[in-house]
């Protein structure tokens, strides 16, 4: 059974929580991943043309919460589904001090059946999330691949 509590939607063009002081291409940030999360892709005009990739860092939570969580590129229109990959949270947990970051890239947007105000990320937990766990991403970013390798993958 999945739940369905918190969605987040982050209308197109707005900014979202946090990101007055964010680096270009930051589209979501302060997520709660309790449940699921839909990110709207809002893509900078200065990456609007370009192989793009989605980095998602500074992973923590109080203890590990005992499922995946998919990501996914989906359009509100066609009802299409493109899986980018998983994000765990195994090194994540708080008292280990670490916040890994994962990237994933991304298909051409400009080859996809879909208009980018369609598009959207979706995280979603694969099982039920273990209670008291609060996974929490810090930052959603959409970077150019040529600005990706200096970004520890995981």
Do not use: W
Request: net charge positive; glycine share 6%; charged share 20%.
């Amino acid at each position: 059974m999945k739940m369905y509590g918190l969605i987040l939607l982050l209308a197109f063009g707005l900014k979202c929580k946090g990101a007055s002081d964010s680096k270009p291409g930051q589209i979501a940030g302060d997520l709660s991943l309790q449940s699921n999360v839909k990110i709207s892709m809002h893509v900078p005009k200065s990456l609007e043309r370009k192989k793009l990739r989605v980095q998602i860092g500074g992973l923590t939570a109080e203890k590990p919460p005992e499922v995946l969580f998919e990501l996914s590129l989906r359009c509100l229109s066609s009802k299409t589904t493109h899986h980018l990959g998983y994000i765990n949270f195994f090194n994540a947990v708080s008292r280990l001090s670490r916040e890994p970051t994962f990237t994933f890239d991304l298909p051409d947007l400009a080859r996809t059946s879909c208009r980018l105000a369609d598009l959207y990320l979706a995280i979603e937990p694969q099982g039920v999330v273990a209670p008291d766990s609060f996974p929490h991403v810090k930052y959603v970013n959409l970077l150019p691949d040529s600005d990706i390798t200096s970004a520890p993958r995981d």
